[in-house]
């Protein structure tokens, strides 16, 4: 067998930091999924598709079928659903890295303040004394 063996390299796999946040990831992707979903079907749905739904007569939108009993409605839902979830997550997405950039510009900016002049002055007493120190030793 390899260095460790198949345990031994499934378990380092297992650990990794990587492995652990994507599993973290799914199992809240899943929770906010149902939050997403109900957004989507019992607000944003009803409060655009509502009023199309009245005009053609349909109190469901699932319910819509043409001939032959085609169930134009479920397709109907389900890409209506995809775009206005695709959507959330658009805007969501482009929240957090408004925020995310707007953080990392706060830490260049408090990086980039410039020293406080006594503690520079300070420090380059200190370091003088010091050199002056080791100089004295030397001789």
Do not use: Y
């Amino acid at each position: 067998m390899a260095n460790g063996g198949f345990w031994a390299d499934f378990k380092k796999f297992l650990m990794q930091g990587n492995v652990i946040d994507l599993a973290v990831a799914v199992i809240i992707g899943a929770a906010f999924s149902k939050i997403v979903d109900s957004l989507v079907t019992d607000v944003i749905t009803p409060a655009i598709i509502g009023p199309a739904m009245q005009a053609a007569g349909v109190d469901r939108l699932e319910n819509f079928v043409v001939g032959n009993g085609i169930k134009i409605g479920v397709f109907l839902a389900a890409v209506i659903n995809f775009v206005i979830i695709a959507s959330v997550i658009f805007i969501l997405i482009r929240a957090i890295e408004k925020a995310r950039r707007r953080f990392f510009l706060q830490e260049a900016v408090e990086e980039a303040a410039p020293a406080d002049p006594i503690v520079l002055s300070q420090e380059r007493l200190t370091g003088a004394i010091e050199h002056l120190t080791s100089t004295l030793e030397r001789r």
